[in-house]
């Protein structure tokens, strides 16, 4: 498996640590889940290496081959289909694993708030994190998944639901 420091330039403007997990989200974060913890990420980025050095077992959904087993060896190749992971793939391998807080922080290239498609098959008693809030759809999908019953805290870039 080729990682990206060894591979060509993407197919299209993409920096992969560009993208990823800032300081402020790992202080939160930390207060809420305990290193050790299963984290199940849809999108890898620089910020899953910082998770697996503070001491969390990572399970990364990632879309582009060449970042898998970049930063750990729990990844899970699942291809962009209309607009999401590939479902079918993320669902067989996810069933398998026991995760303590879901971070939503990808796809990349697609709709994030496509993962309303199949969060009645995921653990949604855990906390939930999701990035990037600043964006529109992101800040739409932390509503979706919050609902009315859960406690929420936003931090502007990023929330979390617990």
Not at 6 to 32: A, Q, T
Not at 106 to 122: S, T, V, W, Y
Request: hydrophobic content about 35%; proline content about 4%.
């Amino acid at each position: 498996m080729q990682s990206i420091k060894n591979n060509d330039n993407p197919p299209f403007e993409y920096h992969h640590d560009s993208m990823s997990l800032k300081g402020n989200f790992f202080g939160h974060f930390g207060r809420v889940v305990e290193p050790g913890s299963t984290v199940l990420e849809f999108g890898s980025g620089k910020g899953t290496e910082n998770l697996v050095k503070l001491g969390y077992n990572v399970f990364s959904v990632e879309e582009h081959e060449r970042f898998c087993s970049l930063y750990h060896e729990q990844y899970i190749h699942a291809p962009i289909v209309n607009g999401w992971y590939d479902k079918k793939i993320v669902l067989d391998a996810i069933k398998k694993i026991k995760y303590d807080v879901i971070i939503v922080d990808g796809p990349a290239q697609g709709d994030r708030r496509k993962i309303m498609e199949i969060l009645d098959e995921l653990d949604t008693t855990v906390p939930i994190f999701i990035d990037d809030m600043n964006r529109k759809e992101d800040r739409e999908l932390f509503g979706l998944i919050s609902g009315k019953y859960r406690k929420t805290f936003d931090h502007g870039d990023y929330g979390y639901i617990i």
